[in-house]
């Protein structure tokens, strides 16, 4: 069981020429293994920050990060380690993977790194690894990113996150820059993952509707405060923030807009 | 009671390349004067190519190889789009068909002003206007889409992914066009700016009167903003309807597995598919 506590965090941005931006405002929430919280928030209410200060890509100006009650390292083996713990799967997949190397390059990066497993293991588990994330490994293995479609490149990312054998995974818009009719899949398989090995989620988006499916809890960021948490069915469809409430507003909701529409007409026709 | 504005019977593109790709096979749809028409479908099912084709803005190796584009313009005259010769078609867009693109982001010119931009377009098809004129129609223009007038100098990078995709519309309302193509005009935005944009569009169609073609893969969206629908696959219409037909009573199978692959914002949980 890992605990990763994020404590009265705020971060303070200094731009030059603008002042000082608050990016996070005292933002405290636990993410615990075998849970999935969403993270939802317009662009620039501190999704990202909080990916950023997870991944110790940045340092909160105030607050600390606990794992399991150690505050995170700063630096050499013990950061390793901490990243070994917590993987983090990025928006663009047509970015975050290398195309000058092999998918095997990539799976066996972290397998090195971290010493998963010893060195004539090492086929057997990228192989693992693909099959896990349900891509055929002879078809994909020896291919460049390029040669794959996006929706395969995104499950390459994931098997590479899960190569080192994390407790934790931070996805940061996971779906969104791939087509439609594959999303669910995605998700899906994620959603089986963490269920099967226990794993931790910070299910970062802006999407209501995908956030509300596949989280346990949902928190609410607006200015980098958070305004609304619970379960994801109550932040969803009892929101009582007014920003939660113009977010659920503004999302796309086919069921509520014809059930509207025909109460209309009806109502106008009778 | 239908009044088209725009007629495509038979249409089809292939891209000629080894082997030739059928990208768009057999089309015929009517457009409506003032309505939106969503095309919904997958990457590659033809939506982009359809809307570009129909106003020969495809490049080789994309070929036209059959099909007719009737233009009924409001003053009476139906025009084919595929016999215009080049000055005419250069007149022709943007006059009567204008298009929003993908990605406001990269569409706008960023070592120019957006006034300047905007400028152009008068400068171009408008040229017995002045100076003086083009400036206050600019102005105008952005006060339309909400921008504002005071923004004319601003550049591109000096402005919100929001507030440069009310430039673009604003470009594409310059000329009062009959029709408008918008080709993802809010993918990369979030909800709260998508939902302002989608607002302003209905708001400025009821305004002015033009019809839309609405490019997007994004179905729950689309069945909001659409009169009609049209799904595509591989090329083909598979179902035209009213956006309320799609939505409780789909025909084809393919449109039924497009709708389950979004999950709902406030139905049945766990309950995904239709």
Same mark, same amino acid.
């Given at each position: 069981?890992?605990?990763?506590?994020?404590? *009265?965090?705020?971060?303070?941005?200094?731009?030059?020429?603008?002042?000082?931006?608050?990016?996070?405002?005292?933002? +405290?929430?636990?993410?615990?293994?075998?849970?999935?919280?969403?993270?939802?928030?317009?662009? #620039?209410?501190?999704?990202?920050?909080?990916?950023?200060?997870?991944?110790?890509?940045?340092?909160?100006?105030?607050?600390?990060?606990?794992? =399991?009650?150690?505050?995170?390292?700063?630096?050499? !083996?013990?950061?390793? !380690?901490?990243?070994?713990?917590?993987?983090?799967?990025?928006?663009?997949?047509?970015?975050?993977?290398?195309?000058?190397?092999?998918?095997?390059?990539?799976?066996?990066?972290?397998?090195?790194?971290?010493?998963?497993?010893?060195?004539?293991?090492?086929?057997?588990?990228?192989?693992?690894l693909l099959l896990r994330v349900r891509l055929e490994p002879d078809a994909v293995m020896e291919r460049r990113p390029?040669?794959?479609?996006? /929706?395969?490149?995104?499950?390459?990312?994931?098997?590479?996150?899960?190569?080192?054998?994390? &407790?934790?995974?931070?996805?940061?818009?996971?779906?969104?820059?791939?087509?439609?009719?594959?999303?669910?899949?995605?998700?899906?398989?994620?959603?089986?993952?963490?269920?099967?090995?226990?794993?931790?989620?910070?299910?970062?988006?802006?999407?209501?509707?995908?956030?509300?499916?596949?989280? @346990?809890?949902?928190?609410?960021?607006n200015q980098g405060k958070v305004v609304e948490r619970g379960t994801a069915d109550d932040v969803i469809l009892h929101? %009582?923030?007014?920003?939660?409430?113009?977010?659920?507003?503004? +999302?796309? @909701?086919?069921?509520?807009?014809?059930?509207?529409?025909?109460?209309?007409?009806?109502? /106008?026709?009778? | 009671?239908?009044?088209?504005?725009?007629?495509?019977?038979?249409? +089809?593109?292939?891209? @000629?390349?080894?082997?030739?790709?059928?990208?768009?096979? *057999?089309?015929?749809? =009517? $457009?409506?004067?003032?309505? $939106?028409?969503?095309?919904? #479908?997958?990457?590659?099912?033809?939506?982009?190519?359809?809307?570009? #084709?129909?106003?020969?803005?495809?490049?080789?190796?994309?070929? $036209?190889?059959?099909?007719?584009?009737?233009?009924?313009?409001?003053?009476?005259?139906?025009? @084919?789009?595929?016999?215009?010769?080049?000055?005419?078609?250069?007149?022709?867009?943007?006059? !009567?068909?204008?298009?929003?693109?993908?990605?406001?982001?990269?569409?706008?010119?960023?070592?120019?002003?957006?006034?300047?931009?905007?400028?152009?377009?008068?400068?171009?098809?408008?040229?017995?206007? *002045?100076?003086?004129?083009?400036r206050a129609a600019v102005v105008d223009l952005l006060e339309i889409v909400k921008v504002g007038g005071a923004r004319?100098? +601003?550049?591109? %990078?000096?402005?919100? #992914?929001?507030?440069?995709?009310?430039?673009?519309?604003?470009?594409?309302?310059?000329?009062?066009?009959?029709?408008?193509?918008?080709?993802?005009?809010?993918?990369?935005?979030?909800?709260?700016?998508?939902?302002?944009?989608?607002?302003?569009?209905?708001?400025?169609? %009821?305004?002015?009167?033009?019809?839309?073609?609405? $490019?997007?893969?994004?179905?729950?969206?689309?069945?909001?903003?659409?009169?009609?629908?049209?799904?595509?696959?591989?090329?083909?219409?598979?179902?035209?309807?009213?956006?309320?037909?799609?939505?409780?009573?789909?025909? %084809?199978?393919?449109?039924?597995?497009?709708?389950? &692959?979004?999950?709902?914002?406030?139905?049945?949980?766990?309950?995904?598919?239709?």
């Amino acid at each position: 069981m890992t605990t990763l506590e994020f404590k *009265n965090v705020t971060k303070i941005y200094n731009v030059r020429g603008f002042g000082q931006i608050k990016a996070l405002d005292e933002v +405290s929430f636990t993410l615990r293994s075998h849970q999935t919280i969403g993270l939802v928030g317009q662009s #620039g209410s501190g999704k990202s920050t909080i990916a950023k200060i997870l991944t110790q890509l940045e340092t909160p100006t105030r607050g600390e990060v606990l794992l =399991d009650g150690a505050p995170i390292p700063r630096g050499g !083996k013990g950061l390793r !380690k901490y990243r070994q713990q917590l993987r983090m799967v990025f928006q663009d997949p047509f970015a975050s993977l290398n195309p000058y190397h092999s998918i095997r390059h990539h799976i066996e990066r972290p397998l090195r790194l971290d010493k998963v497993v010893p060195r004539d293991q090492l086929d057997d588990e990228v192989r693992r690894l693909l099959l896990r994330v349900r891509l055929e490994p002879d078809a994909v293995m020896e291919r460049r990113p390029h040669e794959l479609s996006g /929706g395969q490149r995104q499950r390459v990312a994931i098997a590479r996150a899960l190569a080192s054998r994390p &407790s934790l995974l931070v996805a940061d818009e996971p779906v969104s820059m791939l087509d439609v009719s594959i999303r669910l899949g995605v998700l899906n398989l994620l959603a089986d993952l963490q269920r099967e090995e226990g794993l931790g989620v910070l299910y970062i988006t802006h999407d209501l509707a995908t956030a509300r499916h596949f989280s @346990d809890e949902i928190m609410v960021l607006n200015q980098g405060k958070v305004v609304e948490r619970g379960t994801a069915d109550d932040v969803i469809l009892h929101p %009582h923030d007014p920003y939660t409430q113009e977010l659920r507003a503004a +999302s796309p @909701d086919p069921e509520e807009f014809f059930r509207d529409r025909s109460a209309r007409t009806l109502g /106008g026709v009778r | 009671m239908t009044d088209p504005l725009l007629s495509i019977r038979d249409f +089809s593109v292939v891209y @000629d390349v080894d082997p030739p790709v059928a990208a768009v096979k *057999n089309v015929t749809i =009517d $457009i409506e004067r003032g309505e $939106i028409v969503g095309l919904a #479908g997958e990457s590659g099912s033809g939506k982009t190519t359809l809307a570009y #084709g129909i106003q020969r803005l495809l490049k080789p190796p994309a070929v $036209i190889t059959s099909g007719d584009v009737v233009f009924h313009d409001a003053d009476g005259e139906d025009i @084919d789009i595929n016999s215009l010769g080049v000055e005419e078609m250069r007149r022709f867009r943007w006059d !009567k068909i204008s298009m929003v693109f993908q990605g406001a982001m990269n569409a706008l010119n960023p070592v120019t002003t957006i006034g300047a931009q905007l400028d152009d377009v008068f400068l171009i098809h408008r040229p017995e206007m *002045n100076r003086t004129e083009r400036r206050a129609a600019v102005v105008d223009l952005l006060e339309i889409v909400k921008v504002g007038g005071a923004r004319i100098r +601003s550049y591109p %990078h000096e402005l919100s #992914g929001g507030m440069r995709q009310r430039v673009m519309i604003a470009m594409a309302l310059a000329l009062r066009p009959q029709l408008m193509v918008m080709d993802e005009p809010t993918t990369a935005l979030d909800v709260l700016v998508q939902r302002e944009i989608l607002k302003q569009i209905s708001q400025l169609r %009821h305004e002015f009167g033009f019809s839309v073609i609405f $490019i997007t893969h994004d179905l729950p969206l689309l069945l909001e903003i659409s009169d009609r629908i049209a799904i595509m696959r591989e090329g083909a219409i598979v179902e035209l309807a009213t956006s309320e037909q799609i939505w409780s009573d789909p025909e %084809h199978e393919y449109t039924r597995s497009l709708l389950s &692959s979004f999950p709902r914002l406030t139905g049945e949980k766990g309950v995904v598919v239709r």
